[in-house]
């Protein structure tokens, strides 16, 4: 089973968890962590403790934003567990399409997943208007 942990600024991090089983029901191989609020240790601790209690092995990592804190915080795992998937831009397809994977993902699968999670980014007024025109060219 792959294992997945999100992290995020403030609390985007737990709605996504919640949205996704609201879809796919109860998840316990999804874990969501949230940076920045007061009540909260330091992401990076509350990152160490779960990686140290689940493992590494099928561990997918997804933040918020290339660049942000949050990402960037998780990076030096990957010096030490190269095996870690560490992915940025977290949306609701690409935690729907890595959670529900039966086995192991490959590079190539999970290539294909990101491909497919950024094409869900549409700008659904021009696909109308488009459509109204009677065009196919977006």
Same mark, same amino acid.
Request: with cysteine; aromatic share 2%.
């Given at each position: 089973?792959?294992?997945?942990?999100?992290?995020?600024?403030?609390?985007?991090?737990?709605?996504?968890?919640?949205?996704?089983?609201?879809?796919?029901?109860?998840? %316990?191989?999804?874990?969501? &962590?949230?940076?920045?609020?007061? @009540?909260?240790?330091? #992401?990076? !601790?509350?990152?160490?403790? =779960? /990686?140290?209690?689940?493992?590494?092995?099928?561990?997918?990592?997804?933040?918020?934003?290339?660049?942000?804190?949050?990402? %960037?915080?998780?990076?030096? &795992?990957?010096?030490?567990?190269? @095996?870690?998937?560490? #992915?940025? !831009?977290?949306?609701?397809? =690409? /935690?729907?399409?890595?959670?529900?994977?039966?086995?192991?993902?490959?590079?190539?699968?999970?290539?294909?997943?990101?491909?497919?999670?950024?094409?869900? &980014?549409?700008?659904?007024?021009?696909?109308?208007?488009?459509?109204?025109?009677?065009?196919?060219? =977006?």
């Amino acid at each position: 089973m792959n294992t997945i942990i999100l992290a995020s600024h403030g609390e985007l991090s737990q709605g996504l968890k919640q949205t996704a089983e609201m879809i796919l029901g109860p998840a %316990n191989n999804i874990y969501a &962590l949230s940076a920045y609020r007061d @009540e909260d240790e330091p #992401i990076e !601790g509350q990152m160490q403790q =779960l /990686v140290t209690k689940l493992g590494t092995k099928n561990l997918f990592i997804l933040t918020d934003i290339l660049g942000g804190s949050v990402n %960037n915080e998780m990076l030096p &795992l990957l010096k030490d567990n190269p @095996e870690i998937h560490l #992915i940025t !831009g977290m949306n609701l397809p =690409l /935690v729907i399409s890595i959670a529900t994977q039966a086995g192991e993902i490959s590079s190539n699968d999970l290539q294909r997943i990101i491909i497919e999670s950024q094409n869900s &980014l549409i700008d659904c007024s021009r696909l109308l208007q488009t459509s109204e025109k009677g065009g196919d060219d =977006l």
